[in-house]
């Protein structure tokens, strides 16, 4: 059965996608845990619609770009080239490069008034914990009246006011802080004492069994539910419940949620009102949050912080992010996300606490969300899908780094990969990070399911990273065909092309167009396309650098990002025809910046690898050809070539062969890998058995007669060098079917050239080699 998802290609089997590892239907999930958000006001400005908004000036704290050599400043999708590129790990971050500009960075400097366009395509719409890439372990389920507190209280540090967030109930010379009270810098009442008690009966159905934790609302009840068969339930109180207007009108606000039916997040039963104060009655989840988690591996590490390793954390935003794209596609924003707010259980999450969910179009309510994961135009501009997607950034980066100062020093920023191991061991996470985090909302991933697509790239990308020497599988990209290459060069046109946007209005006319001449292909598109589209314009593009028009092809880029400063797809043709004309700087900035755009892809990664190989920053290209080579079989091969070139470039033999032996033979390439390994042996080699190894590539390479001949004689001609005027006096060892004595070698080149002598068809030529084998032939009294 063919996957359902818009775009994939794969096939459903034993329930999941094999390509996007989606699952056939709708993966269920569980769980339930407090938070305790912060609380602002509505911004009274005009709230935005989700999805475009207008580009502004960073807020304040939020991360800058960094300075660079390179006159090109930092793109959307990261914060800019960081640090001046010393030091061994921190020359191998794609920080530090110049990239070309893209997004809101594009927009200022222009002029344009375009904001980001809203979701991005339709093509990226796409939705089990590790999509069947990793593995988590399961949580177990937690027995509900076990979860109960023997004594609620809130411990004095996380007492807070209400209204005003000022310290409330703290100990004073000696005595303790008292539970109740009105706040001493806004004269508001504050109240951590438990308003129900084991017992109560609340709306006459619902049966209290004690508290659970106590969150930004106040105190989160544990109940059975009399009236369907005792199952577990849980009250959570409502704000603006001090009068019966005022309640009215609170349960009226919430009524929306319980139009929110999702299996990834917790259901909303009822609204009902026990003595003057109103709950929203959930499901119960029993489970363990993320942030327990967390918590759990601290304790086991000795009191350290012992974060997720990233592909773990990867797995669980995965998981979560279709019921992000379900709100969003209601109109709904998430607001509070963080590590409290996703509950495991077994294999299954749930998004749960749906107190800080308000409308996209909301401009009165209160806005929900905590320090350290709140976007900062949040408190001025409200709350959009963008926030939310800031959210899931920050949420990510907790799970899986310990950043020290994430709430203060870092609370709009991400720290420079230079300081930070995570993000030097792990680029595209960072460059991911960057563009979830980035401080103009436009600059973020557009949708949820955009995100997605980038995260399960990602996830792949962990996976083979962390599993080197296993099996590699190819995994279908929604944006790039897979590349076309089999040979050790690595030109324009053997980088990945684009695929198709099929949501574009052209996309059937342009099916119509599809000629092999780009003369003609030019022309047509020229004078018969009904409107010049995004991908008439990349079409055009295309033409132009087949046809090798540098100037036409500028024109259609600057077309393209005229009209939409984030379309990076103009960008990448701008890198091929770089890679064209030989810029190599230019090329290296534009690949950078389409890396930043879509950090899950790997087609950048090798378009950047070959840029950066040509430049001084070989260090970056071997590390972005290793991440290629791991995890998809489609860039294995040229991978592999680049690897091996820059290693023999070095004077590396062991590290080129490495490399080229990660061809496997079911590629088209491995023929070509085994012509190079001896060719790299005969150039690098310093001993015979090199030499021998050389001749054992050659009998596996499948080669044609006349190139195993051409490569046997230099083979030969070498290990006869090095017998005549080396110093390696060993026993002989075999270098293909002769023994490595003078005698033997010059055997070889006889036999060699009189082989090449009965398949030459000129006389002449026959004439010459029969010449030479007499020439090489050892001595002999006949």
């Known amino acids: 059965m063919r996957c359902a998802r818009t775009g994939c290609t794969g096939t459903v089997v034993d329930g999941w996608c094999d390509v996007c590892g989606s699952p056939a239907l709708p993966s269920a999930a569980a769980a339930a845990d407090p938070s305790t958000p912060t609380r602002v006001r509505a911004p009274s400005s005009p709230r935005r619609a989700p999805g475009p908004h207008a580009p502004g000036p960073p807020a304040p704290g939020a991360l800058e770009p960094h ?76 027995d509900a009246s076990a979860a109960v507190l023997v ?43 438990p308003k129900l008690a084991p017992g109560d009966l609340v709306a006459g159905q619902y049966e209290v069994a004690g508290c659970l934790a106590h969150g930004g609302m106040g105190w989160i009840y544990l109940a059975r539910d009399k009236n369907v068969s ?62 327990q988690l967390l918590k759990d591996r601290m304790r086991a590490n000795g009191g350290l912080y012992d974060p ?64 350290g994961y709140q976007a900062p135009e ?134 119509t167009v599809d000629l092999p001449d780009p003369r003609e292909r030019l022309r047509l598109l020229q004078t018969s396309a009904p409107e010049p589209s995004a991908e008439v314009l990349l079409q055009l593009a295309r033409c132009a650098l087949q046809l090798g028009d540098r100037e036409l092809l500028a024109e259609q880029v600057a077309e393209l990002l005229t009209r939409d400063p984030w379309e990076w797809r103009a960008v990448w043709v701008s890198g091929l025809g770089a890679v064209q004309a030989g810029d190599w700087e230019a090329a290296t900035a534009a690949f950078n910046a389409v890396y930043g755009q879509v950090p899950g892809e790997l087609a950048p990664k090798l378009a950047l690898a070959l840029a950066c190989e040509q430049g001084p920053d070989s260090d970056l290209a071997e590390t972005l050809y290793r991440r290629c080579a791991s995890t998809d079989a489609n860039y294995v091969s040229p991978a592999a070539f680049g690897l ?62 006349a190139e195993r001949d051409r490569l046997t004689l230099d083979v030969l001609n070498a290990a006869l060098h090095l017998r005549r005027h080396g110093d390696d006096r060993r026993a002989p060892v075999p270098v293909g079917p002769w023994l490595s004595t003078e005698a033997g070698l010059r055997d070889g080149l006889e036999s060699t050239y009189r082989s090449m002598a009965r398949r030459a068809s000129d006389r002449a030529e026959r004439v010459r080699l029969v010449e030479i084998a007499n020439q090489v032939r050892k001595w002999s009294r006949t």
């Open 151 to 193: 004594n609620p209280s809130v411990p004095e540090r996380r007492r807070t006011c209400p209204s005003c967030g000022a310290p409330v109930g703290r100990s004073r010379d000696g005595r303790p802080g008292r539970p109740e009270g009105f706040c001493p810098r806004c004269r508001s009442p504050y109240s951590f004492t």
């Open 308 to 371: 997720l390793p990233p592909d773990q954390a990867i797995a669980y935003i995965l998981e979560v992010l279709p019921a992000f794209q379900y709100l969003h596609d209601l109109g709904l924003v998430y607001c509070d996300f963080k590590p409290d707010n996703v509950v495991q259980v077994g294999d299954a999450l749930k998004l749960i606490d749906l107190g800080g969910v308000r409308r996209i179009d909301d401009q009165d309510s209160a806005i929900y969300g905590t320090v």
């Open 644 to 705: 091996a070139r820059i290693r023999a470039r070095a004077g590396d033999l062991a590290g080129s062969l490495e490399a080229l032996d990660l061809v496997p033979q079911s590629s088209r390439g491995y023929t070509e890998s085994r012509r190079l390994r001896a060719q790299h042996l005969v150039a690098l080699g310093r001993t015979m058995d090199d030499y021998a190894e050389a001749m054992r590539s050659l009998e596996t390479a499948g080669l044609g007669e």
């Open 67 to 142: 300075p660079v050599a390179s006159p090109v400043s930092g793109p959307l999708g990261g914060p800019g080239p960081v640090g001046d590129g010393s030091g061994s790990s921190g020359s191998r971050s794609s920080a530090r490069l110049g990239t070309t500009q893209l997004g809101s960075a594009r927009a200022r400097s222009s002029g344009s008034r375009a904001t980001r366009r809203s979701g991005g395509s339709g093509r990226l719409r796409h939705a089990r914990i590790g999509a069947g890439l990793t593995q988590v372990p399961p949580a177990p389920v937690v």
């Open 230 to 291: 005792d199952r577990w339930v849980v009250l959570k109180g409502l704000l603006n419940s001090g009068d019966a207007d005022a309640l009215a009108a609170a349960i009226s606000e919430s009524q929306f949620l319980a139009q929110v039916e999702h299996p990834l997040i917790v259901e909303i039963y009822n609204f009902v009102t026990h003595d003057g104060a109103g709950y929203i009655v959930m499901e119960y989840v029993g489970g363990r949050s993320l942030k």
């Open 378 to 511: 949040v408190a001025t501009q409200g709350t959009t899908v963008a926030s939310d997607i800031y959210t899931i950034g920050r949420t990510l980066m907790v799970l899986c780094a310990e950043l020290r100062g994430y709430q203060t020093t870092y609370q709009f920023s991400l720290p420079s990969p230079a300081d930070t191991p995570l993000f030097q061991q792990h680029d595209s996470l960072y460059r991911l990070l960057s563009r979830c985090c980035a401080p103009d909302p436009d600059d973020r991933f557009g949708s949820a399911d955009e995100l997605r697509v980038q995260l399960l790239g990602l996830l792949r990308e962990e996976v083979g990273a962390r599993t080197p020497g296993t099996a590699r599988t190819s995994a279908a990209s929604m944006l790039f065909e897979a590349p076309d290459a089999s040979s050790d060069t690595l030109g324009w046109e053997d980088l990945p092309q684009l695929r198709p946007d099929t949501t574009d209005p052209q996309h059937t006319w342009l099916q």
